[in-house]
């Protein structure tokens, strides 16, 4: 299958010479369309571990709100080193009974919603209200590119240099679930570093907004108005996870669009189930560039999080979340010590052409590496 990571100019050169194009194709004219910036943030740099520390003084910063200290825990966590993987277990383990305070807010939306614009504006304005705040990111993108979408440091660039803000871009490799647990693990050495807020971010494609939802207590949705069709693009389960749902760009001529819009989600918001949590959804307008708005965002999430204290659900979530988190480590383990497994490495390649050459079946096959893998000594160590 061709790459769908094209480069802006091979998708040009695409559509110029495509068929329909051809001057005698009376059919269907494909228009050139404008050129993309590339999907992948060409700036983003490699984290490095400058200078080693043992784990207490690791924690003992941390806990002083030691950015720098805070800064390398995490890259241990993001590391794909064993030991390091060990140390940042370590860390974390010791940090865990200074976790928990904070508020976590998920934001998510597609490229282009507003989402590096509307984090800067809430943060700065969160900022402004005394408090701390952690931005993180979960970006689907670095699993296959090692890119970024998301996350870098050349964005937010009023809030990056506040010492009340920590940002940090999208753990590098791995798989969608082990990218997703080491931020889940990032966001208990924030909050022992005192951060009271933590904003985790995703690009709205694929499966990372699920992700996100496992581990934050309110899940905003960044929408923009378009036209007119804005609902027919969104996919419903993203509109049952939505805490609230904000349209971004009212300003200009864009505010009676985006009003039209706000209508548009709060009809369709009437024909979902009620929450659990007992809120009701709520869907605002605002501008990330302006302000216009801003407060009423930030206002809904506080009211959102003092009802949910009050009617407990909001412990019971964070209840549900600690439950899956436990079992997606579980699993992520399982998965990564087997097929780390030298022998499995080796004998997986015979079951693999056995079951191409039709010998054993594929569940045959499977069973026999488990069993093998399970009376491997691996598993005692
Ligand atoms: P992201 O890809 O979701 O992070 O989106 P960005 O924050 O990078 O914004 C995408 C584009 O929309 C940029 O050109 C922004 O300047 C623009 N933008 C973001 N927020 C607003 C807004 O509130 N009003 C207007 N008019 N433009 C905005």
């Excluded at 659900?313 to 497994?341: D, G, P, S």
């Amino acid at each position: 299958m061709r790459n769908h990571r094209q480069t802006a100019g091979t998708a040009i050169i695409l559509r110029m010479t495509h068929p329909e194009n051809n001057q005698k194709y009376k059919g269907l004219s494909v228009t050139k369309g404008i050129d993309q910036p590339p999907i992948v943030n060409p700036y983003r740099k490699a984290n490095v571990i400058k200078k080693d520390y043992s784990v207490s003084e690791y924690v003992e910063g941390i806990l002083n709100g030691n950015r720098v200290m805070l800064s390398q825990a995490v890259t241990l966590v993001d590391s794909a080193r064993p030991d390091h993987q060990q140390k940042a277990q370590q860390i974390i383990e010791k940090c865990l009974p200074y976790a928990g305070k904070s508020i976590r807010v998920g934001i998510t939306g597609v490229p282009g919603a507003g989402k590096s614009t509307s984090i800067e504006a809430f943060g700065m304005q969160w900022i402004r209200s005394g408090k701390k705040l952690a931005v993180l990111a979960i970006d689907p993108s670095s699993e296959r590119s090692k890119g970024s979408i998301l996350g870098d440091k050349t964005r937010m660039e009023e809030l990056s240099v506040q010492d009340n803000a920590f940002i940090r871009p999208s753990p590098s490799a791995g798989s969608l679930g082990g990218v997703a647990r080491k931020t889940r693990e990032t966001i208990v050495l924030c909050e022992a570093a005192g951060f009271d807020t933590i904003f985790v971010e995703t690009v709205g494609v694929g499966q990372s907004e699920t992700a996100v939802h496992s581990m934050v207590d309110f899940f905003l949705l960044i929408q923009i108005t378009g036209g007119g069709d804005e609902l027919q693009g969104i996919k419903r389960g993203i509109m049952e996870m939505a805490d609230g749902i904000v349209i971004n760009k009212a300003d200009g001529d864009n505010v009676e669009k985006a009003k039209v819009t706000q209508t548009q989600y709060r009809n369709a918001l009437r024909l979902f189930p009620a929450h659990e949590s007992g809120w009701s959804p709520q869907v605002l307008t605002y501008s990330g560039k302006t302000g216009f708005g801003v407060n009423e965002v930030l206002e809904m999430i506080y009211k959102y999080i003092s009802e949910t204290k009050a009617n407990n659900y909001f412990r019971h979530k964070r209840n549900i979340q600690a439950k899956y988190w436990m079992y997606e480590t579980i699993n992520e383990q399982l998965r990564n010590r087997f097929y780390q497994n030298k022998e499995i490495e080796t004998l997986i390649r015979t079951k693999e052409a056995q079951v191409l050459d039709e010998e054993i079946s594929p569940f045959t096959a499977a069973h026999s590496l488990l069993d093998h893998y399970f009376n491997s000594e691996d598993i005692l160590k």
